[in-house]
């Protein structure tokens, strides 16, 4: 572990796993551990070993060598003994001890409203419970945190008996007892308050549990660090149960790049924003587009205005270099852009347009008329290259399309057939080709690559791999304008083109072009006047 002087302790595989819609597989979760020893936590909570059966196979494979931490420490999660169980008879404790997980983490209940009306036994047998386990635990070797749970809840009507919970933790030999904000409804003053005074009533080592269910759960992490706490636990991408955990990338954000603290080791927190979205594509979750620090549009810039400034200097208009968590500053082109924007996303591209101001007036003109008819080049990198490199003069003439009939055949079976012809034109040769796909766009896709093959044999590489279409806002009905984006790669990487039209061939039908043109552009493709082809 980089520092036992602080804390962050991720239970993404535990609390986390609660989330709707998540459902880890052993492998999964023995993946999602590496991704978050890479980033140099100090502790991964892999579940409730006993309880939860795929979290005993965990811990099993896991103490088997299939898991080799090099910054985290693993810690099994589970709870105190049963009232009027003794805590050597108890299978959950045993079950703990044979996750062979050198730290445990025991939740205690710390509201006596839920220790007399859930748990059903008096607040002294709770305190036996805690105490009792914490020492069992500590006399078998193990290293013991304790979470209160509904601390703050319990604190509102009863600030002494969860202080109560804390010292008998810490008289048994626990080492830190962590607040636990479990329903999620504290705000960061009312945490600061709670937190310095149980600071000033309690010798033991203090940790924050936040839940999200009032937005404020990074915010009250921070809080509480801010108070005397030196344990954080967290969550990768926010995870977890109803509006989600602490985020894990906002709460290191804040900590190292607000605060100032070294909680991780050299270098780690740098891979924020893969190990986010690798974790995410694990979790089968697109992941958030806008999450602070991590999120592709964290560091997005859309206004002209914005992009003016950060064209003098990027800090104007970034509280962060994005580039600490393994980010980058994007320049978006909307209706909105100016000359700036041009300018910036342009040399994002690998375009200089410093040089050419007539230009970025022209590409401007295009821009704006454009999107005020339904077109949208945020997310089609690609197809404002071509559009900047045609006013430049700088796009050769690959092909030039003469026509295309798409035919469609439905039987009376539900059997469908369709048909799509292509006419194009690539240097002084003509080509005329037929083709059949699952639908309309397939079709097409394979009818131009049968045309254009033979002659740019680069397009074998090329797949499409996304294809999404939208009704243009303020249009409704079938006779609606369709916007098309299609995500094209060729193993090594990937770019994204549109079309906008009333009908949604034709849209498809631009985008598709795009697609082709810029992967052609990209590989240096040229008409080199090749072999005539066998009629």
């Known amino acids: 572990m980089f520092s036992d002087d602080f804390h962050v302790f991720d239970t993404t595989l535990r609390d986390g796993a609660q989330r709707e819609g998540i459902s880890y597989s052993v492998t999964d979760k023995l993946a999602v551990a590496r991704l978050l020893d890479s980033l140099g936590v100090g502790f991964i909570e892999g579940g409730w070993p006993g309880a939860v059966p795929k979290d005993t196979e965990f811990f099993a494979r896991a103490a088997a060598g299939e898991l080799s931490l090099r910054h985290a ?22 079950a703990l001890l044979a996750s062979r997980a050198p730290v445990i983490t025991l939740v205690a209940k710390s509201d006596v409203w839920h220790v007399e009306r859930a748990l059903r036994t008096s607040p002294q047998e709770n305190l036996a419970m805690v105490s009792d386990t914490v020492g069992y635990l500590v006399a078998a070797g193990r290293r013991v945190f ?19 919970v804390l010292d008998a933790a810490a008289s048994a030999g626990a080492d830190v007892g962590v607040l636990c904000d479990t329903n999620g409804g504290m705000l960061p003053m009312g945490i600061s308050q709670v937190v310095s005074a149980v600071a000033a009533r309690t010798g033991i080592r203090l940790g924050i549990h936040a839940q999200d269910d009032s937005g404020c759960a990074v915010a009250n992490t921070l809080a509480a660090v801010a108070a005397g706490a030196t344990h954080v636990q967290c969550t990768a991408n926010g995870y ?21 603290l070294d909680v991780l080791p050299p270098g780690t927190i740098a891979e924020s924003v893969r190990v986010a979205h690798a974790i995410a594509e694990i979790a089968n979750l697109a992941p958030d587009p806008h999450a602070p620090y991590v ?3 964290a560091f997005a810039h859309k206004a002209g205005l914005h992009a003016s400034a950060i064209k ?14 393994g980010n980058s500053q994007r320049i978006l082109i909307t209706e909105m852009a ?3 924007s041009v300018e910036l996303k342009s040399a994002e591209l690998g375009v200089d347009l410093r040089t050419h101001p007539d230009v970025v007036g022209k590409v401007v003109d295009r821009i704006k008329a454009q999107e005020s008819a339904g077109w949208s080049y945020e997310a089609a990198d690609a197809s404002f290259e071509l559009l ?18 798409v035919i469609i055949d439905r039987g009376e079976d539900g059997s469908m057939i369709t048909e799509a012809t292509v006419k194009v034109r690539a240097g002084d040769r003509r080509m005329i080709t037929t083709a059949e796909g699952n639908g309309p766009i397939n079709a097409l896709d394979l009818a131009l690559r049968s045309a254009l093959e033979g002659i740019f044999p680069q397009l074998a590489d090329l797949e499409l791999s996304d294809y999404k279409v939208r009704i243009v806002p303020g249009k409704h009905g079938t006779d609606a304008t369709s916007r098309v984006l299609i995500e094209t ?18 849209a498809s039908w631009l985008a598709l072009a795009d697609a082709v043109r810029y992967g052609l552009l990209e590989r240096g493709a040229r008409l080199d006047r090749p072999e005539p082809l066998a009629s």
């Open 73 to 94: 420490t693993l810690v099994a999660f589970g709870a105190t003994r049963k009232a009027g169980v003794a805590v050597a008879d108890d299978p959950q404790v045993a």
């Open 146 to 164: 304790v979470d209160c749970e509904h601390f703050f809840d319990g604190y509102s009507h009863d600030p002494d008996y969860g202080v109560q």
């Open 240 to 260: 977890g149960e109803r509006a989600g955990n602490a985020n894990l990338f906002s709460v290191l954000g804040g900590l190292v790049f607000k605060m100032g």
């Open 295 to 297: 999120g592709g549009s």
């Open 312 to 325: 003098v200097g990027p800090e104007l208009y970034n509280h962060l270099d994005p580039t600490l968590v």
């Open 338 to 340: 100016g000359r700036a």
């Open 388 to 405: 900047v490199r045609e006013e430049l003069h700088t796009v050769p003439v690959q092909f030039v399309l003469e026509s295309y009939r």
């Open 489 to 506: 790669s060729d193993k090594a990487s990937e770019w994204t083109t549109v079309g906008v039209h009333p009908n949604i061939v034709e």
